[in-house]
């Protein structure tokens, strides 16, 4: 038996054993997904159960190295993990910005005191992240943020805005993109800090969308101290660190459209919905079609991401990641994710409109559809990407 063999074998075995039976079935909603932090409240005790015990192994970012917490793997048995997982329907136990964001930037641009002591609770899911990144005069223009930083001596003071920060009324830290020098040009004078969103200062106002529900807050600070310690690389160089972020947010994001239907089937649902022929086929023959493609490009796109995730471990290691790629899976993805959902409304016929009700679970369908529009917005537009992909990929002149 080879090494990664005998690896498979133990992690089907210990997957037998460890993970519960309610952590085996698909989720509800978004309330059932777990984010961790120091307050969240857990929906049941396998939640909390299948939590701790993938953090202890280090399973919840099993390719992060053992003494920062994680589980060590090679990128071949993180693979394997990922294939078991889904094999007997596991749920991801952790949701994290600090895992996919914080995380890669902390391991390639932070002080070893910085990765023992943030690393770690990450891992094990005890403390919730959420990005300062974007302000209401900084959107795809990113580097014109004015959130102001100020050395005053024994800490840095930090005031301003951020908008469309998800979860920031739930979260406990956040990683945020600050102005240290605000006489040097837009991109140079900018600085990656960290600090608790429990300091005295911060305060934060949730956005309400179209959907009626929303992720998103803005979030201001009032004259907030941070620690100088928690100056992530080097002062003034912070856009190095937002650019190598923003690489791994965007293959988050395009992630979304890369697990074809999770665990729901639509082709289940419009059966459900609108009923088969004589020969056991979905009535509406253009909507079967539709389903058909669309599963086939979930299928290429899984694959497409496996590849290019590949070749960034096999290749050289650049200060931007996956670079231009990652805007290919970002938009890919959302497309992708966005044309999910507009099945899953065909698919459900008339009942798909439903806003209120326990049959709808309160409209989550429609509000879930509502939501992937901002898919193709957050992380950087579509046509932000596209513009990326034409000149860093396809080497188009510019306009």
Known sequence: MSDLEEFQAQTKEWLAQNCPPAMRKPLRSEADACWGGKDFEFTCPDQKLWLERMGAKGWTAPQWPREYGGGGLSHEEAKILKQE????????????????????????????????????????????????????????????????????????EVTGQKVWTSYADKSDWIFCLVRTDRDAPKHNGISFILFDMHSEGVSTKPITLISGKSPFCETFFDSVKVPKENLVGTLNKGWDIAKYLLTHERAMIGDAGGGLFGNRSIGQLAVDSLGTDAQGRLNDSALRADLAGAEIDGWAFLLTMERMKDEAKAGPKTAQGMGARSSMLKYYGTELNKRRYELMMASKGMGALEWEGEASQDGELPRAWLRTKANSIEGGTSEVQLNIISKRILGLPGA
């Open 85 to 156: 997982m889904a094999a007997i329907n596991a749920r991801s136990p952790l949701l994290s910005f600090g895992i996919w964001m914080l995380g890669p930037a902390l391991l390639k641009y932070g002080s070893e005191e910085q990765k023992l002591h943030y690393l770690p609770p990450i891992v094990r899911g005890e403390v919730r992240w959420c990005q300062g990144y974007s302000e209401p005069n900084a959107g795809s223009d990113l580097a014109s943020l004015q959130t102001r930083c100020e050395d005053k001596g024994e800490y840095f």
